[in-house]
């Protein structure tokens, strides 16, 4: 599986790309998040909203990282470095090779849980009508026993690894061909089965009808947020990829395909939870523990309830995997193109340091008491790596890669890598004005607000 040194690996096709990159950005903040989130955050009137950042910030940061990798043909370290050799632009590389590993160290904790309730489900755990009360006493007695939480971080990193190391069209790229099929199957199926409950009703109003009295600074600050972290932006994931895009394909009509897919996903997502929790009068206003602890008391209720609840697990470790594939292949690209490591050396040895990096993460929900509750802070290690790395360390990048583009590298350089090969650059005026104008301006907007009112997303 060696590959020539100099012969840089390359996605087998154009859907392949789209594919792994949907595939990235499609993941626990769509199914896991988004709904949630909304529900906190006025419903229809929040959807608006994020789309609406989706198109003015999301769109235009992803093709600039798409284009700073395909046309440097490097990871992030290596394609601020070929692009402006002096200066400390590389630093915004090595931020996101950081980030990458810190982001995979948690995720795949959280994404081990969904691995471990699809097991779970599929074993008959729910089979037996609960109440919530003792849904939480199940949820807490499995992520607060240290070894259970370990063992899945463990295995969940151990997946990825696997793809990883397999390359990049014969590993991932093979694998979301079929994984996102998969998803997308999973996902229809359920929220068909969702919406026809018996008093869905309910919760189609509510995720429908606007409540435009909900939506304060904190509100669009979390917009913004979950479309940067949902769309994979800010630490260079998109640069990785985009990296291995050949030149005849159009940038911008990957980057429309990409954003359409994960805010489908996103939407779809809450067609299938927001129904099933109002059919059964449950709490839309959760949070975080929504899908392990509400929806496994519904299991029971609904016809064919244990085989849709492990259908449910099953597609958001499906949807996590191909995340955290992403986050891994980050750092195994800048240590294969910096430090001319072999691609499953560096898979091994960046997994091992997630995986290391994850087991505080893993035992901040009561496996160990000081990591759950850190003294002074009051919050569980986990948080705080997602406070620094999903919302400063995320935010930081985005808002300096806008820049990059907009005013280091420059419209004459973008220009000429987007439309090799004779592709259309479509909406260029537009694009310019928001990668130079409001993407920069919006994002550190947002940047300052989580700063200063800790308002994290
Ligand atoms: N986008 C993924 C999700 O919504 C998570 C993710 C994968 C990510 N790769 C990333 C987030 C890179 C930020 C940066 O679950």
Known sequence: MQQASHEREAWGSRVGFVLAAAGSAVGLGNIWRFPYVTGQNGGAAFVVIYILFVLLIGMP??????????????????????????????????????????????????????????????????????????????????????????????????????VVMGGVSAGIERWVKILMPLLLVLLLILTIRSVTLEGARKGLEFYLKPDFS?????????????????????????????????????????????????????????????????????????????????????????????????????????????????????????????????????????????????IPSALSFGGVDWLSRMPRIGLGFLDLMNIFMGNYSLTIGAFLISIFVGYKWGMAGIRAEVEQAGAVFFFRKTWTFLIRFICPVAIFAIFVYIVVTKNYF
């Open 214 to 358: 909900k939506l304060d600074g904190g509100a669009i600050a979390m917009a913004l947020g979950q479309a940067l972290f949902s769309l994979s932006l800010g630490m260079g994931a998109m640069i990785t990829y985009g990296s291995y895009v050949g030149k005849q394909d159009n940038i911008i009509v990957s980057a429309g395909w990409v954003c359409f897919f994960d805010t489908l996903v996103a939407i779809l997502a809450g067609f299938l939870i927001f129904p099933a929790l109002f059919a059964r009068g449950l709490d839309p206003a959760s949070g975080p523990g929504l899908v392990f602890v509400v929806l496994p008391t519904i299991f029971a209720e609904i016809p064919l309830g244990s085989f849709f609840g492990a259908g449910f697990f099953l597609l958001l470790t499906v949807a996590a995997l191909t995340s955290t594939i992403s986050l891994l292949e980050v750092t195994v690209a800048y240590m294969v193109d910096e430090k001319k490591w072999r691609r499953k050396p560096a898979a091994l040895f960046m997994s091992c340091l997630a995986f290391l990096l994850g």
């Open 61 to 162: 940061v992803m093709v600039a990282e798409i284009a700073i990798g395909r046309h440097a043909r490097r990871n992030p370290v290596g394609a601020f470095r070929k692009i402006a050799p002096k200066g400390l632009w590389p630093l915004v590389g090595f931020l996101g090779v950081a980030t990458g590993i810190g982001i995979l160290s948690y995720y795949s904790v959280i994404a081990g849980w969904t691995f471990g309730y699809f097991i779970k489900t599929l074993l008959g755990a729910f089979s037996q009508s609960m109440t919530s009360e003792q849904s939480i006493v199940v949820f807490n007695q499995f992520v607060g026993n240290p070894l259970i939480a370990i063992g899945h971080l463990f295995l969940f990193i151990l997946f990825t690894a696997v």
